[in-house]
């Protein structure tokens, strides 16, 4: 196997319904809505928080790992208000429920791994800059459950 890297480029993010069953099953069964114009993918994963304990008697400090918590994802977008992919987001940022979403990565064969999560998406913010540059918006979302990997068969 070449040891190339896997490049982003022509990487998928969309958006589904709200969150009801969080299972391979029913995200896979979900209706997703592409979100165009996407300048910057986000990572996401769980980090788990740090638990340290400090004792008297010993000279070190001990770690544990506690809870899980998905790393904030930010989906950074060429503003397209008749894009329906970015419309969904805005309307999922004005409510309280988690949505899921999808991200399919190309794989060095031509197929995409697929990745689900369920997100609240925390915020819509819209972008401006100079006068040579484009009108952005960044969608910043909070993962409400593990992401579930999907390799390419």
Same mark, same amino acid.
């Given at each position: 196997? #070449?040891?190339?890297?896997?490049?982003? #480029?022509?990487?998928?993010?969309?958006?589904?319904?709200?969150?009801?069953?969080?299972?391979?099953?029913?995200? #896979?069964?979900?209706?997703?809505? =592409?979100?165009?114009?996407?300048?910057?993918?986000?990572?996401?994963?769980? @980090?788990?928080?740090? !638990?340290?304990?400090?004792?008297?008697?010993?000279?070190?400090? /001990?770690?544990?790992?506690?809870? #899980?918590?998905?790393?904030?994802?930010?989906?950074?977008?060429?503003?397209?208000?008749? %894009? +329906?992919? =970015?419309?969904?987001?805005?309307?999922?940022?004005?409510? /309280?429920?988690?949505?899921?979403?999808?991200?399919? !990565?190309?794989?060095?064969?031509?197929?995409? %791994? @697929?990745?689900?999560?369920?997100?609240?998406?925390?915020?819509?913010?819209?972008?401006?800059?100079? +006068?040579?540059?484009? =009108?952005?918006?960044?969608?910043?979302? =909070?993962?409400?459950?593990? +992401? !579930?990997?999907?390799?390419?068969?």
């Amino acid at each position: 196997m #070449a040891n190339n890297p896997l490049p982003v #480029a022509s990487a998928k993010f969309s958006i589904g319904g709200i969150t009801a069953d969080y299972t391979e099953v029913a995200l #896979a069964a979900d209706t997703y809505i =592409q979100v165009k114009g996407v300048r910057t993918m986000p990572g996401f994963g769980d @980090t788990f928080q740090d !638990i340290t304990v400090e004792e008297v008697d010993d000279p070190r400090t /001990r770690h544990a790992k506690g809870t #899980a918590n998905g790393v904030t994802m930010e989906l950074v977008c060429s503003r397209r208000s008749d %894009d +329906p992919g =970015q419309q969904a987001m805005v309307a999922a940022a004005e409510t /309280r429920s988690s949505y899921n979403v999808k991200v399919e !990565i190309p794989t060095e064969t031509g197929t995409f %791994d @697929t990745y689900y999560t369920s997100v609240l998406v925390m915020s819509a913010n819209t972008g401006l800059g100079g +006068p040579n540059d484009t =009108q952005m918006i960044t969608f910043s979302m =909070q993962p409400q459950e593990a +992401p !579930i990997e999907v390799l390419a068969a």
